[in-house]
């Protein structure tokens, strides 16, 4: 048996990911710009780990699909971050974030507009919603600042 756990736009106070990369860019640059019309589900290293405790708990099996509830753009993700870094005294130089287009911002990955994922299998399996995406963030900002 075996469980598969798909998440997306994972971040945590380790390795690199968005949040931190927002954190380091808006400690070198006065203005940021950032994609605003793709839209999904942050998802917490912390809330995912529990995640997959509590499957373990309930020994599942199967595809489960989890993510921080509620959904945002990265451009208003990336204004969170900033401005919730700012709030803990991380050093933020950043004056502003602006929203950008997809089409003004090249990669060569595709990524689609709307990645949020339906996490209701697993939130009925563990009679819980999982935690909010500000609430998580708020959390992980707080661990990485009282590192430093």
Do not use: C
């Given at each position: 048996?075996?469980?598969?756990?798909?998440?997306?736009?994972?971040?945590?106070?380790?390795?690199?990911?968005?949040?931190?990369?927002?954190?380091?860019?808006?400690?070198?640059?006065?203005e940021?710009?950032?994609?605003?019309?793709?839209?999904?589900?942050?998802?917490?290293?912390?809330?995912?780990?529990?995640?997959?405790?509590?499957?373990?708990?309930k020994?599942?099996?199967?595809?489960?699909?989890?993510?921080?509830?509620?959904?945002?753009?990265?451009?208003?993700?990336?204004?969170e971050?900033?401005?919730?870094?700012k709030?803990?005294?991380?050093?933020?130089?950043?004056?502003?974030?602006?929203?950008?287009?997809?089409?003004?911002?090249?990669?060569?990955?595709?990524?689609?507009?709307?990645?949020?994922?339906?996490?209701?299998?697993?939130?009925?399996?563990?009679?819980?919603d999982?935690?909010?995406?500000?609430?998580?963030?708020?959390?992980?900002?707080?661990?990485?600042?009282?590192?430093?």
């Open positions: 048996s075996a469980v598969i756990l798909r998440t997306s736009w994972v971040y945590g106070a380790h390795g690199n990911n968005f949040v931190k990369t927002m954190l380091r860019l808006a400690s070198d640059r006065e940021l710009k950032v994609v605003s019309d793709q839209y999904g589900s942050p998802s917490w290293v912390g809330d995912i780990a529990q995640a997959i405790f509590r499957l373990m708990e020994e599942a099996e199967g595809l489960y699909h989890f993510s921080n509830s509620g959904e945002i753009s990265w451009f208003d993700f990336a204004t971050v900033v401005s919730r870094g709030a803990l005294g991380m050093p933020i130089v950043a004056k502003s974030v602006l929203p950008i287009s997809t089409e003004e911002y090249p990669t060569a990955a595709v990524r689609p507009q709307y990645s949020v994922l339906d996490s209701g299998k697993i939130g009925r399996l563990l009679a819980e999982a935690p909010r995406w500000d609430d998580s963030l708020e959390k992980m900002l707080k661990e990485l600042s009282s590192k430093k």
